[in-house]
């Protein structure tokens, strides 16, 4: 299990502009956005969630890598997307109250913000900038998403092997 | 309004009585009022192309009748069909949103009527309706957790029969037949389309079909198909 430890690290003295999807906010967003966060951090190997898994909050990774990754029953895995600093996870889940679709494991030594599902889901309602900004993580997301389909199946249907399965 | 297609077209959302049932389409009054004044309702023949992937976004099409068809297509012509999008469902979102070019192709399987709102009036009507936003947001959400389950699928089946053994499964949930004994389909889609969908030929998907049958797996009569030993099935599908 991951420990939450409110810590002084906050989303306002982030370098601005970092271009980090949902991090740059407007300054009056963001610092009601920090109250709502938890920062924790996360060894190496830990799993923040896996597939199957009912989702608690988005986690929104401040450092290090996160693996994510789609498994099968028989232990196979596709590696979907090596997320890095600023990259939202989990967001899916929260929004469509549904369980997660993908296993995330930290790569490295990680630092994540978490934000609890109800808080994100009354942040969003409320404030409708952040919802313009939420769009924009997950039409990025989908893109990403329609590009692995792409290489699953028409690399499939092309050559009959998988790509990046371990 | 009867339409050239056959189609009994709804002119506005504000009379429509499927809106409740829709997640996109059931909005408060004020945001159902802006959308109606912003949207053309239009009625497409089986075979219309909406969009096409790699397209600039013009904007988003709500279907309101009908079946579309959203595919991928490789370099040499291969396609691979990711879903067939059914009533009030919201496509080329993403694209419309972020500004880039479409990700896939739609094209109706069915006579259809699609709403259709320009890009520039869709994102203006998203900034002044915070409803809105959300259950775009929603929608946005569903299709990537569907595309995060076609890659699941088609990454990690082993065979052509696993995939066609759950995309029978996954019909028979769709249709709110998953819990009868033996699940009753109707077969809207050829073998080709088929093959398309799960990423084979249409020759392997004819023979394993003829493979099912000769095993009492499945029974077809015309375009319906019922599944006759839902257990075996399952075991197909790796599901049990």
Redesign the interface.
């Known amino acids: 299990m991951i420990t939450h430890r409110p810590t002084a690290d906050s989303c306002l003295d982030c370098p601005p502009g970092s271009g980090r999807q949902l991090c740059d906010l407007p300054d009056g967003l963001l610092a009601t956005f920090d109250k709502l966060k938890a920062i924790s951090t996360c060894p190496r190997g830990q799993v923040l969630f896996t597939e199957g898994q009912r989702a608690r909050g988005v986690f929104v990774l401040c450092q290090g890598r996160v693996r994510l990754s789609i498994t099968s029953g028989e232990g196979r895995r596709i590696t979907f997307h090596i997320a890095g600093p600023g990259e939202t996870l989990g967001l899916s889940a929260v929004l469509s109250g549904q369980a997660h679709e993908l296993r995330a494991e930290a790569l490295d030594n990680c630092r994540v913000a978490l934000v609890q599902r109800k808080d994100l889901l009354h942040f969003l309602r409320e404030n409708r900038a952040a919802c313009e900004r939420i769009l924009q993580v997950l039409a990025d997301d989908l893109e990403l998403a329609y590009q692995r389909v792409r290489q699953f199946g028409l690399a499939r249907t092309r050559r009959g092997t998988a790509v990046s399965v371990h | 309004m009867l339409s050239p297609y056959g189609l009994d077209l709804v002119e506005s959302c504000l009379t429509c009585k499927m809106r409740s049932e829709r997640l996109f389409c059931d909005l408060p009054a004020a945001a159902l009022q802006s959308f109606e004044a912003i949207k053309y309702a239009t009625a497409y023949p089986r075979g219309a192309v909406l969009f096409v992937e790699g397209q600039a976004p013009r904007g988003i099409f709500v279907l309101c009748k009908g079946r579309v068809k959203l595919s ?1 297509c ?1 370099t ?1 012509g ?1 396609t ?1 069909i ?1 879903k067939i999008a059914e009533p009030g469902e919201v496509l080329g ?3 419309s ?2 500004g ?1 070019p479409y ?2 192709t739609a094209e109706t399987v069915d006579p259809c009527q699609v709403n259709f709102v320009k890009r520039e009036d869709f994102l203006r009507f ?2 002044e309706h ?1 409803e809105a ?2 259950k ?3 929608q ?6 569907n ?6 699928a ?3 089946s082993h065979s052509a029969i696993e995939k066609l053994a759950k995309l029978l499964l996954d019909w028979s949930t769709r249709n709110g037949e998953a819990s009868k004994p033996e699940p009753r389909l109707r077969m809207a889609l050829t073998h080709e389309e088929i093959a398309q969908m799960i ?2 030929s249409r020759e392997t998907v004819t023979r394993l079909f003829a493979d099912l049958k000769k095993r009492q797996i499945i029974q077809t009569k015309g375009s319906t198909l019922l599944v006759h030993n839902k257990g075996a099935l399952k075991v197909l599908a ?1 599901a049990v």
Do not use: M, P, Q, W
């Open positions: 991928i490789a040499d291969k691979l990711l979102l993403s694209a949103v972020s880039k990700e896939l998203l900034k915070a936003c959300f775009v947001a929603e946005l959400a569903e299709k990537y957790n595309a995060c389950h076609e890659v699941r088609l990454g990690l990423g084979t790796g």
